[in-house]
């Protein structure tokens, strides 16, 4: 990662800088004589920045979330296609948070700052500021804990103008206040693109007795867009579908709000556009009769990133499933991976664990960017030898199952090592992972003595055999560990983890097969079962065992479900898989959404980042694509007697292919 050099440019805001839920607005005019080339600026904030140069939108929604422990993101951004000759203004809107989230840090402190090296323009006192009016403070109810930020409220009342204008009267702005910097820490280049604003789109609505339902094509985070005309003083309400969401399993009974808009109008004509994004299938607008609507429209935003993948077949329901797939996966990245974008927007590692392949089949290069930055966050945000589950946030916490499922060959690691053989990750992660293995301890059997971290979590629902899950995933995140020492060449670690494999398959045999599964208890769980194989505890001559118990046991949520059908299809059973997947996700694949739920039993969020399992299997085991060279070439072994037709598109080295399939004679034939 790179370090940026600030040392000519100071960290800004307003005389006070330690209020939250603060909306600053920043002006600086400046002349230029000949038009440069390129004019890279960087940018960085606590939290959030919008940059408009000469009236033109610049950056939308810019500030990569802090980090945990490291100090913040500063984005680059080439603004010189912005500018004219002579007087140039260039303004920002930056919305300070004051609290954190499952996906940010608060530093304490509202701060700013900005370098321009060819205009040699650098943030200090010679910007001026002012706290935007309009920008108020909404009454109850405010987002849950789990989000950052707050409500939007704005009062058009208040409004000052257009701030962005190069004529914009600045009679009631003041110059910057220069702060130290003892709590930003130093700023790193963001590794991330900046996020992608779509044209504004027209919203069809029906009409309710207290506003309008409008009706989005699709799930998607959106900003609001109206024109009213109203009397003066009226309030308008927008939020979305997805404003009140319950808890998963275990937790369906507790509600958790999202955020919402609450906009005072002014007499006569009103437009807004509303800086932050909500998320959504619909947008619920309330307002008084009093009110004339005479424009609804949004703009999407989303994770800067070219839609590449493709899986059509003659099924219709599995089609859904695969496209449900990838708009759940797309909803869920912005500036990390999310479990949902409507309830939480935490980095769990698990969640990315079943996302990780994903990304490589339907998306561009810049998607893996994200991805890197994931595991970035996960080795370096570490708590002290402690691999967490969701960084960064200030809500992180210790899920030793997500752990060890990330640092598996079957989780975010091996899986992004395996599509991307970019080296730096196992050498970034050799040490720590070792580390974290470290701190269990054997039991007077030689198993684990149970870690508990934060939750010892294995899945929700029922049923989970957390003995057997915690000593098998041990045991794959150790091996996983030895082929990083083989690709890092570096062996310091191979006889502790070779004992650990040792010992541990040697006890998981004598202590949890039961003749016809493993167990540590009563019953059969089938998450357990499949882990026992992916970890290669189970020998091959068992995968007939194996596949009654994943035949006729059902306890998974999504999450676990892609792993039961990773290890039906590693055994060869990939038609068996492909029946499982099909019954257990029908409720899914024909309901009206667009995403998948985050439950088989229609509980939690209707979308989630863990249940997005059928587009791997789609291509990894029912295409049967394989690729030893980081997508510089390509294998495909389909399955027979599934499907009558396939058509298939991917990126191989830099291209697009796309493959038509059918079926001639039962087989299936490359056309």
Known sequence: MSILDFSKAKWIWGKENKTADQHLVIRRKFDIETLPEKAEAFISCDTKFWMWINGELAVFEGGVFRESVTGGYAECVDIAPYFKKGENVIAFLVWYYGNGGRNNTDSGEAGFIFRCDELELYSDESFNVAIHPAYVKTGEPHPAYLFGGDNIGFD??????????????????ESATVYPNNV?????????????????????????????IGHLPYAMTF????????????IIDIRSDRYNVNGGPGDEFHNYNGHRI??????????????????????????????????????????????????????????????????TLYVCMRNNFMDCPDRERGQWIGDVSVQAPQVFFVFDDEAK??????ISDFINLRKGDVLVGNVPGHHFSELPSQSLVAISKFGLLGEYYAYSLDEDMPKMALEPVVNYLKLWQYDERGLLVAREGNWRWYDHLWNFDEDVLENCLYVAAAKYALEMADICDDHRFDSFLKERVETLSANIEKYFWKGTHYASGNFVDDRANAIAMLSGVCPPERYPHIRKVLLTVFNSTPYMERFVLKALCEMGYIKDAFNRMMSRYY?????????LWEDFYI??????AWSGSPLEIAFRYLLGFKT????????????DGIFKSIECSFNINGENVTLYLEDEDGKMTLK
Request: glycine share 6%.
């Open 223 to 234: 900003s609001a867009c109206f024109e009213i005309v109203a009397e003066g003083g009226e």
């Open 628 to 639: 030893e060279d980081a997508f510089k070439s390509y294998t495909i072994n389909p399955v």
């Open 587 to 595: 409720n899914l694949a024909v309901n009206e959404n667009t995403t």
């Open 262 to 327: 609450e906009y005072t109008a002014k007499a006569g004509k009103n437009s807004f556009f509303c800086p932050m994004y909500l998320y959504g299938e619909k947008m619920i607008v309330t307002f008084p009769e009093t009110v004339k609507l005479k424009k609804l429209s949004y703009r999407e935003s989303g994770y800067d990133t070219k839609r590449i993948g493709n899986f059509k077949t003659d099924n219709e329901i599995f089609n859904a499933m695969v496209e449900k797939s990838i708009r």
């Open 184 to 212: 930003w820490g130093e700023q790193t280049l963001s590794p991330l693109p900046l996020l992608k604003l779509f044209d504004e789109e027209e919203c069809k609505y029906d009409e309710t007795e207290t506003g309008v």
């Open 369 to 374: 960017k994200l991805l890197k930055k994931s």
């Open 156 to 173: 058009a009342h208040l409004d000052f103008g257009d701030f962005t204008d190069i004529d914009f009267n600045e009679v009631e702005f």
């Open 603 to 608: 509980l939690g969020t209707r979308n989630h």
